[in-house]
């Protein structure tokens, strides 16, 4: 499992190619700077809308989705200092930012195709029923961007895998990944104490997510780890 984490990350690494969506996330050598992002719509709902702040000017053409971290929501990206390093890094560099939206499930969802038993199915929702109401409102992009941040960067990579050819571009930053068997309290434990993760935190993650999944075979096929090994035809990702 762990060989396949590697190759995963490796890969999608590799795929980002230096290009433009990985100028816009070499962000930790930057300081924050620059006002937040304005929300727009409804940040009470599923998605929320953004306009870049004053002085940097917007790509119409190119649409970024944004998958916001566990307990966010769809206005996380406006309280997240990284947007705002974000837009001023695109500033810095004389580049147009994408138009941003965040869609959100509420605080802890996940994308696997087969829903487990605390939640709905969200994958199919989202890219037959959600992208299509939202670009009615916002306007069809030429581009498509994805971006996902700890939970939203495991969501944002179930979404590649299952759908490669609805984005140009992706980030996947701190993916909330899991390189042994989740159902296995025996594996967490090793997992703990193998990597000195904080057990508290390794357990609050476990125990969230284990609803979110439709059993242990399910997760056997739908790990996107797993997945990623028989994948064929990705996007350029950078993995953070």
Known sequence: ????????????????????????????????AGPRPSPEGPTDGAWCRYRPPPGVEEDADTLLYFLHQACGDAGSWGRLPLSRVFYARAKALGMRAPRVVGVSYGPLWSLLPTPGPEQPSLLERLVGDDLPRIEARVGVPRRRLLWGMSQGGFNAASLLLAHPGL????????????????????????FVARTGAVSELAWWGLERLRPRVGGPEAWAREDPLVRAADARELPPTLVQ
């Open 167 to 190: 984005f140009a571009r992706a980030a996947v930053t701190c993916p909330a990944f899991y390189d042994f068997p989740i159902y296995s309290d025996e594996e967490a434990r090793r």
């Open 1 to 32: 499992m762990r060989a396949r984490a590697f190759a995963f990350l490796a890969r999608l690494s590799a795929a980002s190619g230096g290009g433009r969506l990985a100028a816009w996330l070499r962000l930790a050598a930057y300081r924050v």
